[in-house]
């Protein structure tokens, strides 16, 4: 019997300094309590293997916070319990996210010979003054030599991440940004690219309430976003999500699992799991994680059919295949016209969704338009019940 895909996830909740924008969990911390979270972390690993052992692992993703603040040993020594308790894919995808300030190449060789092939390197401005405005913890030049140091340990598959509309970010200095990152040496694989959202409780929000925080208006935030698209097209990259694009063979496997609902399992405190139709996290007390990492799972919640069927509808479309109109008749036994009839016509007629057939086999597909991927979430709103 074929074993089932999975996807594992690895939050490491620690950073050296919180950026003022973010509202991710994570924070600083010593040693010792980093120690004991890897620890914990081993634990619940080796406490809920059995439950996946019909299943093999097709890709693993270390995120945070920073992973990279954390011993790279410590990695190795995860990547070795993993692959003693699960049984991991050759070819898996395996990431790790790193911050430009925290990595030099002997960090990077361990990453390497640990079996992690893929980087994501948080690079967000190639501006140092707008590092500065979002509480980045490194430069410009600081992340050349960490791009320099990855490509010499051996890293071929490599994302940077992107942010615009940053506080005092011009058109001109967004440019400036796509410009050093395209012009990099050899070139990333993977861009992702997101506008900046000033959330809740960020001190940038604090900011911008006694109204000292001064971003670009709407038409430059809208000009950045689409230059964003024509620079990144022209210079060889595939838009395949809504933020994410990849030169051809270099789409994040794992993120692609996430939106085609593939089964994976978060470890670490906050993590969220998909594991046959059912959604559940870890707590976020880390304390009480450190002590039972076996007991910290809340909110288990069996899907209904109503609620798959959301999800593979505003999930699937942030990808710009789009969703399978066959595999969507296959998992639920029902026409996608039969339940989505009427939205579905309405947005083609609007010009936000159409069809397309992808490959030889003659499978269609419903997808956003270009107009729709501006919209989408209008568009995605429409396929949710009342």
Not at 88 to 101: H, L, S, W, Y
Not at 289 to 297: F, K, N, V
Request: aromatic share 12%.
């Amino acid at each position: 019997m074929e074993q089932k895909p999975l996807e594992l996830y690895f939050h490491i909740p620690f950073c050296m300094k919180k950026c003022l924008y973010c509202d991710f969990l994570s924070a600083p911390a010593d040693m010792g309590t980093k120690d004991r979270y890897m620890r914990a972390l081993f634990a619940e690993v080796e406490g809920r293997a059995d439950e996946y052992r019909d299943y093999q692992v097709s890709s693993i993703f270390i995120g945070g916070g920073t992973p990279s603040t954390v011993e790279p040993a410590w990695m190795a020594r995860l990547l070795g319990t993993v692959r003693e308790h699960f049984f991991v894919q050759e070819d898996a995808e395996i990431t790790i996210e790193v911050n430009p300030g925290t990595v030099d190449e002997e960090c990077l060789q361990i990453y390497r010979q640990a079996g992690i092939n893929r980087l994501s390197i948080g690079l967000q401005s190639a501006r140092d003054e707008e590092l500065r405005t979002l509480g980045r913890i490194h430069t410009w030049e600081q992340f050349l030599a960490a791009y320099d140091a990855a490509v010499s340990a051996g890293f071929d598959n490599i994302n940077i991440d992107l942010m615009s509309a940053l506080p005092e970010q011009t058109l001109a200095s967004y440019h400036e940004t796509l410009e050093c990152v395209l012009a990099l040496s050899p070139p990333p694989t993977h861009i992702s690219a997101y506008s900046l959202i000033v959330e809740e409780g960020t001190p940038l929000f604090e900011r911008q309430r006694r109204g000292e925080l001064f971003l670009p208006d709407e038409d430059c935030e809208r000009q950045m976003y689409e230059d964003t698209e024509k620079w990144l097209v022209g210079a060889g990259f595939s838009r395949y999500e809504i933020s994410n694009y990849a030169r051809p063979g270099y789409e994040c496997r794992h993120n692609c699992g996430y939106w085609r609902r593939v089964d994976y399992i978060g470890f670490g405190i906050g993590a969220a799991s998909l594991f046959q139709d059912t959604r559940f996290h870890n707590g976020r007390d880390l304390q009480a994680y450190l002590q039972a990492p076996l007991e910290s799972r809340e909110e288990v919640e069996l899907l209904s059919e109503r609620e798959r069927m959301e999800e593979f509808m505003f999930l699937g479309l942030r990808m710009t295949q789009g969703v399978s109109k066959q595999e969507f008749s296959e998992k639920f036994g029902v026409a996608l016209e039969e339940v989505y009839g009427p939205v579905i016509q309405k947005n083609l007629e609007d010009g936000l969704l159409y069809e397309h057939i992808e490959d030889a086999g003659g499978e269609r597909y419903l997808a956003l338009t270009g107009r729709g991927l501006d919209l989408s979430n209008y568009v995605m709103s429409q396929f949710l019940f009342d």
